[in-house]
Nanobody, 123 residues
Framework: QVQLHESGGGLVQAGGSLRLSCAASGRTFSSYRMAWFRQAPGKAREFVATISRNGGSTFYADSVKGRFTISRDNAENTVYLQMNILKPEDTAVYYC????????????????WGKGTLVTVSS
């Protein structure tokens, strides 16, 4: 079992940057594909990015491609989301999730979720 805790959210102006972190408990972090999802006010949760177990493969939603970068440090049991050129439409609660190696951009494939961290981008 994995417990996930996100941090790094906050208020930032449009065009700015933030780095989110997700710390995982347990000794099996490297066996999970990790992902970030987000949920904007009044909207359904949506996929943001995912990274393979060894960090060699990443996949992004079109809306964040070229602006966001997902990475992981298996020695530190942590996954990151570097967010650059932030836009007001990036405002959301950001969640990290852990799932089996074959998980994709579908949230029902992920077994473990953090409680989220709020990112607010002002215009």
């Amino acid at each position: 079992q994995v417990q996930l805790h996100e941090s790094g959210g906050g208020l930032v102006q449009a065009g700015g940057s933030l780095r989110l972190s997700c710390a995982a408990s347990g000794r099996t972090f490297s066996s999970y594909r990790m992902a970030w999802f987000r949920q904007a006010p009044g909207k359904a949760r949506e996929f943001v990015a995912t990274i393979s177990r060894n960090g060699g493969s990443t996949f992004y939603a079109d809306s964040v491609k070229g602006r966001f970068t997902i990475s992981r440090d298996n020695a530190e049991n942590t996954v990151y989301l570097q967010m650059n050129i932030l836009k007001p439409e990036d405002t959301a609660v950001y969640y990290c999730a852990a799932g089996p190696y074959y998980s994709t951009d579908r949230e029902n494939m992920y077994d473990y979720w953090g409680k989220g961290t709020l990112v607010t981008v002002s215009s």
